[in-house]
């Protein structure tokens, strides 16, 4: 089975939102494909943001899925939490877990899409097999732990062989990318294979961040070479 064409999805990261308000700024994106929440607990990452107990609460408020990035140690343990919160996507890091393949079918089996996000210094050719067992697959574009920083072209080989692998599988596996998306960087992340993209401050620093997500899906899915199917929803990671 091959698979069908896919959307170019855009994930604002609350990460650049205004965090008194986040229901305010939930509001503002309500044209977006999901809410990409990035949730770091200072021990996986150099930084911390929010946990559980807000991302619940953000759940219920939110006007667009959510899809939650955990850059967090004791990832097997708190991930199928977030599932149980009702989230539509949870992207655990490989490198954080223990048991990978038992991780993503426990969140498919909780209700969650399941997604894996790799560290740029982390090949992807090792999880390549497991393929059938995710919804999703991330490959950080900027280290993680901080936005606002720039894209690593580096990265885009690594792009290109995901993607391969992915249509050579026929697997409906979405590519998200995360890091240093701006209207530039998205067209060579799209070109390179790329469906789904985190963007902070280019769409929460623009002064209409939903004129903003128009713009970077339509400059996304014309790179990705594939005409806009918005009632296709099939194989969206949220």
């Not at 855009?10 to 939930?26: C, G, K, Q, R, T």
């Not at 967090?72 to 949870?90: C, F, H, T």
Request: hydrophobic content about 45%; charged content about 20%.
């Amino acid at each position: 089975m091959s698979a069908s064409p896919l959307n170019c999805c855009i994930n604002p990261s609350i990460l650049s939102a205004d965090f008194v308000n986040l229901e305010a700024e939930l509001a503002r994106i309500s044209n977006a494909d999901a809410v990409h929440v990035d949730v770091m607990d200072n021990h996986f990452v150099p930084n911390l943001t929010i946990g559980l107990p807000v991302v619940e609460r953000l759940q219920k408020v939110s006007p667009v899925p959510l899809d939650a990035h955990l850059m967090i140690a004791n990832v097997d343990r708190w991930a199928p939490l977030y599932a149980d919160a009702g989230l539509s996507s949870v992207t655990f890091h490989v490198e954080a877990s223990d048991a990978p393949i038992k991780l993503a079918r426990e969140l498919r089996a909780r209700g969650a899409k399941a997604g894996m996000a790799l560290r740029p210094a982390t090949p992807v050719e090792p999880y390549l097999d497991m393929l059938p067992e995710l919804d999703m697959l991330l490959i950080m574009t900027v280290e993680p732990g901080f936005g606002g920083q720039a894209f690593l072209d580096v990265m885009l080989p690594k792009i290109r062989r995901a993607r391969a692998a992915v249509e050579g599988s026929g697997v409906n596996v979405a590519i998200q990318v995360d890091g240093g998306i701006t209207e530039e960087t998205i067209t060579r992340a799209a070109e390179a294979g790329a469906n789904v993209f985190v963007a902070g401050s280019a769409v929460y620093g623009k002064p209409s961040p939903a004129d903003a997500i128009e713009s970077l899906r339509t400059n996304g899915q014309l790179a990705f070479g594939r005409p806009l199917h918005r009632n296709n929803t099939a194989h969206q990671p949220v």
